[in-house]
């Protein structure tokens, strides 16, 4: 982000870059930066809280009327409320989903799993009046399909014209993690990300799905699918240490 | 999946240490006071409107948000699954601050919000992005834009 304003300033457009990783901006010496103190994936820090995201944007912006500079990196002062587990929160109600076992059987649990988790995906759209369940253009219950094809062993062709399989199963992954994540988060209580991870890669099915698909795959001939498997399925975090 | 300190230790590093550009220059350009800015935003979400193409790995251009593009429509497409996406399923504010432009707007803090808005990918180098990036400076001149606010994942 910082070296992105580098180049629109040189074009001259003022720019102020929000920063997750302060060590990064402070190589870079973008014009002006706000670093803020909260998880990867939040820069405008909790969600549904519309003041607090306010103050965020407005710390940012007043760094335009500065009049002396560059470089400034300043530290915005307050941590993000909904980084704290809320304990009336409720995992939803499985079958609990065994980390290891057949593949077939796992398949299976998956596609299970994500018919139980309808209702709720339902609470959820109605609640937020969105989805982003999307990007592999398919329906959740092909898209779960797909996967659970791939966990199968049948290396099913891309169903989407232009995106070859590979890529298709990485959409259709993204896909599966936010119809259950959302359907997770549906209702009053506010489950931090921790809360909502532990949750899918420790008890549903759908995590013990993909971490499976991250290992067999990972023995595959395609270069390209195993670079895939490896790095953009399983987080970091999630992924056993070896 | 929460700070930079939170992760594995050696992936942190690896972010904390990722390689940047080294500018020999220091650009900085002043303008109005904030309340008569107009502003953009600009990000490093891999954003993609819901029906346009996604990004695949790390491509080098952007993708174009109109001002009119509704939560639901939009979509990350960012090949990192090493950060947070909960608070972006909860409100795109997260994000992607249209709203909460738009009601700096009513309130007077800022100028006006610009009728449009952009995505990179972050994982991508941004030496490869400089080309998109200069000509997209164009386009946000054209929209009358003298500020950017850039959001990362």
Redesign the interface.
């Known amino acids: 982000?910082?070296?992105?304003?580098?180049?629109?300033?040189?074009?001259?457009?003022?720019?102020?870059?929000?920063?997750?990783?302060r060590?990064?901006t402070e190589?870079?010496?973008p014009?002006r930066a706000l670093w803020v103190?909260?998880?990867?994936?939040?820069?405008?820090?909790?969600?549904?809280d519309?003041a607090f995201?306010?103050r965020v944007?407005?710390a940012?912006?007043?760094l335009?009327?500065r009049?002396t500079?560059?470089?400034i990196i300043e530290d915005f002062p307050e941590d993000d409320p909904?980084?704290t587990p809320d304990p009336a929160w409720r995992s939803p109600f499985i079958p609990a989903a065994a980390a290891t076992g057949p593949a077939d059987s796992l398949a299976s649990r998956l596609e299970a799993e994500s018919v139980l988790l309808g209702d709720a995906h339902q609470r959820w759209v109605a609640q937020?009046?969105?989805?982003?369940v999307?990007?592999s253009g398919l329906p959740i219950v092909e898209c779960t399909r797909y996967v659970a094809d791939w966990l199968r062993g049948k290396a099913p062709p891309s169903p989407r014209e232009g995106f070859s399989a590979p890529?298709i199963l990485?959409?259709a992954v993204?896909d599966v993690?936010?119809y259950c994540?959302?359907a997770a988060?549906a209702g009053a209580a506010k489950?931090s990300?921790?809360q909502?991870?532990d949750w899918f890669w420790n008890e549903s099915a759908a995590g013990a799905a993909i971490r499976a698909l991250r290992e067999a795959l990972q023995a595959s001939d395609d270069d390209r699918l195993k670079l895939i498997v490896a790095n953009?399925?399983?987080?970091?975090?999630?992924v056993p240490?070896s | 999946?929460?700070?930079?300190t939170?992760?594995?230790p050696a992936?942190a590093k690896r972010?904390?240490?990722?390689e940047?550009?080294n500018?020999a220059?220091?650009?900085?350009?002043?303008?109005p006071?904030?309340s008569q800015?107009r502003?953009a935003i600009?990000s490093?979400a891999g954003l993609v409107v819901?029906g346009e193409d996604?990004f695949?790995g790390r491509d080098t251009d952007y993708r174009v948000i109109p001002s009119t593009t509704?939560?639901?429509q939009l979509?990350?497409?960012h090949?990192?699954?090493?950060?947070?996406?909960?608070?972006?399923?909860?409100?795109w504010?997260?994000?992607f601050?249209l709203?909460?432009?738009g009601?700096?707007a009513e309130e007077g803090?800022?100028g006006s919000v610009a009728q449009t808005h952009y995505s990179?990918m972050?994982a991508t180098d941004?030496?490869q992005?400089?080309p998109h990036?200069?000509e997209?400076?164009?386009r946000?001149?054209q929209d009358a834009?003298?500020?950017?606010?850039?959001?990362?994942?």
């Open positions: 982000m910082s070296a992105l304003g580098h180049y629109l300033e040189e074009e001259g457009i003022a720019t102020v870059a929000i920063s997750l990783i060590p990064q190589n870079t010496k014009p103190p909260f998880e990867l994936g939040r820069p405008i820090g909790p969600p549904s519309s995201q306010k944007i407005l940012a912006l007043r335009l009327e009049e500079g560059p470089v909904r980084a937020h009046g969105r989805t982003t999307g990007l890529l990485r959409f993204d993690k936010a994540l959302e988060a489950p990300s921790r909502l991870g953009f399925m399983v987080p970091a975090a999630r240490v | 999946m929460t700070r930079l939170d992760l594995p992936q972010l904390a240490e990722l940047c550009p500018f220059t220091r650009p900085w350009v002043t303008g006071a904030l800015r502003v600009v490093s819901r996604p695949r509704r939560p639901e979509l990350i497409s090949i990192s699954i090493n950060f947070d996406r909960t608070g972006f399923q909860e409100d504010n997260v994000v601050p709203d909460r432009l009601k700096l803090a800022i990179f972050g941004p030496v992005m400089e990036v200069r997209l400076a164009g946000l001149k834009v003298d500020a950017v606010i850039l959001t990362p994942v």
